[in-house]
């Protein structure tokens, strides 16, 4: 089982990560953890913040001379932003903060965010006990865990990858072929650099009206074995596993496996993906085409496992929206605390590391060992029995 823990609030000291359940002996790195942090903090649309931040998860356990130890790997990610909030966010009582600007209560609630029920569930006067925690910057968090299973995966021949798909209704021509490394270039992390303009000009305009922008993305895990998941029991389900971690992401508000939503418009035969006689032993049970977004019953099936979701407009706006004081009840306009204009961009980076967690999980139930050899071993004599049965009886 891998399991991570994340802890911090947007401008607190920092962020705190636990990841649990990776094998001993998996090379692993900070730069190769910052290198994912970085991919985080790109993006057209982002706000101010990120310009302050340059995210480094310091590594304080679990690792010993470049390799993961068996043990919890504990990091650590510095909020260099703490400096300005030292009053605001202190862990010890101040006393008088009312020279302080930034330790002002907030109760004119954000409609869209975390602010009214968070207040209402933990008994909050103040509406920045929500918003510290509910805020996007958890985010760097996940990045951060999910870099740990990337890197495991990766011994496996796992890759993930990340697109955009559409912001604010413009919707980018998918290629047949996607070029990875022109998607990491694109502000906007999209494969069709024609609707990447059209999507920074709309960014461009939610900005200049004091709005926000959504979009939808696409998750693609190549190389998955089949048969991780289960399906036995609802919560070993390898598509529904992914579905909430992917919904749990910050703004997320749907979540498809393949095209999802799209399939239920067609007839079975328009559907399923035609199996095609085993040529090659190695590579056996290939498709003609993947509409099942790699996940059958529960299980992935051997083709790229592929996600969607789609991603609210961020619910801080510069232009505030009416809404409620949290003392009176009455009307008021919503607070307005610096914020991104579209997040979508870096969704995907998110989006790739919280598969990247669900399926290290279900890889490591399903090949166990507490080595990378071990678990090597495991996965090896498993991948040998595979093919069409009369072979591998
Ligand atoms: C974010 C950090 C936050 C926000 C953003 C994401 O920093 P600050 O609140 O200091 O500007 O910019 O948060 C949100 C989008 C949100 O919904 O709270 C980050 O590190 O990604």
Redesign the pocket.
Known sequence: MVRFFTAGE??GQGLVIIVEGVPAALPIGEEYIASQLAR?QRGYGR????LI?QDHAHIMSGVRHGRTLGSPIGMTIENK?WVNWETAMAVEDVGDTSHDERSKRITRIRPG?ADLPGAMKYGFQDVRDV?ER????E??ARVAAGAVAMRLLEEFGIQLHSHVISIGGIKAEIPEVIDWQAVEESPVRCADPEAATRMMAEIDAAKEAGDTAGGTVEIIAENVPIGLGSHVHWDRKIDALVAQALMSI??VKAVSIGPGFEVADLRGSQVHDVILPVTDPDHPWQRETNRAGGTEGGMTDGMPLVARFAVKP???ITNPLPSVDLDTGDLVQAHY????VC?VP?AGVIGEAMVALVLAGAFMEKFGGDSIPETRRNYEGYMATVGPRLKYQ
Request: zero cysteines; glycine letters at 8%; a neutral charge.
């Open positions: 947007s401008h985080r706000g101010g913040r990120m931040e932003d965010h918003l509910a805020s996007a910057r985010t760097a910050n703004a961020i619910a801080t605390e610096r914020s991104d997040q870096p």
